[in-house]
Antibody, heavy 120, light 109 residues
Framework: EVQLLESGGGLAQPGGSLRLSCAAS????????MSWVRQAPGKGLEWVSG????????YYADSVKGRFTVSRDNSRNTLYLQMYGLRGDDTAVYYC?????????????WGQGTLVTISS | QAVVTQEPSLTVSPGGTVTLTCGSS?????????PYWFQQKPGQAPRTLIH???DKHSWTPARFSGSLLGGKAALTLSGAQPEDEAEYYC?????????FGGGTKLTVL
């Protein structure tokens, strides 16, 4: 069974940083593309970032490009999202998701999410 | 970056059929947009229903189907059940990234 467990969320100040982690199990992590999707309170879904299975190709939404960095450690079966320059509109539940194949940056299986709150 | 549009809300009767659509401001939706559909119920994480226009996830009930229709991606629900009441989102590949639609709130009433 695919399991994705996000962690690292919490309260951060505007301009601050946070690193989210997503621990994966139940599948061969190094064979799948991964992505991050977020949802602001009461709002719709927003695709944030994607990364190919090998980690060499990364993709970002315009709203986070230059501030967020996605990476993965295939030896630890873990996906990361390093967030810098945080703003109030980054407040959201952040979901980690597995793609369908090595170059799949769209969500196929989802984690339960971790809440990030940006406030002074 | 394209804007992806969905009906804000739709209502279907139990046992009825409804089609949700997903359009792109950049033109017709094609297979190159790799349309996905997701279902989200209140307080829950989203679940993937359909990928690549019409392929189903292992959990997707047979009453859901995906297609391209009139230049848009479409999600058809045939034989709606009360448990299908949810928010439905589409996702399109555009310019090297994903773009979600605003979601359709489906009421089964």
């Amino acid at each position: 069974e695919v399991q994705l467990l996000e962690s690292g969320g919490g309260l951060a100040q505007p301009g601050g940083s946070l690193r989210l982690s997503c621990a994966a199990s139940g599948f061969s992590f190094s064979s799948y593309g991964m992505s991050w999707v977020r949802q602001a309170p009461g709002k719709g879904l927003e695709w944030v970032s994607g990364i190919f299975s090998g980690g060499g190709n990364t993709y970002y939404a315009d709203s986070v490009k230059g501030r967020f960095t996605v990476s993965r450690d295939n030896s630890r079966n873990t996906l990361y999202l390093q967030m810098y320059g945080l703003r109030g509109d980054d407040t959201a539940v952040y979901y980690c998701a597995r793609g369908l194949g090595p170059a799949a940056i769209f969500p196929y299986d989802w984690g339960q999410g971790t809440l990030v709150t940006i406030s002074s | 970056q394209a804007v992806v549009t969905q009906e804000p809300s739709l209502t279907v009767s139990p046992g009825g059929t409804v089609t949700l659509t997903c359009g792109s401001s950049s033109g017709a939706v094609t297979s190159g947009h790799y349309p996905y559909w997701f279902q989200q119920k209140p307080g829950q994480a989203p679940r993937t229903l359909i990928h690549d226009i019409s392929d189903k996830h292992s959990w997707t009930p047979a009453r859901f189907s995906g297609s391209l229709l009139g230049g848009k991606a479409a999600l058809t629900l045939s034989g709606a059940q009360p448990e299908d009441e949810a928010e439905y989102y589409c996702l399109l590949y555009s310019g090297g990234r994903g773009v979600f639609g605003g979601g359709t709130k489906l009421t089964v009433l």
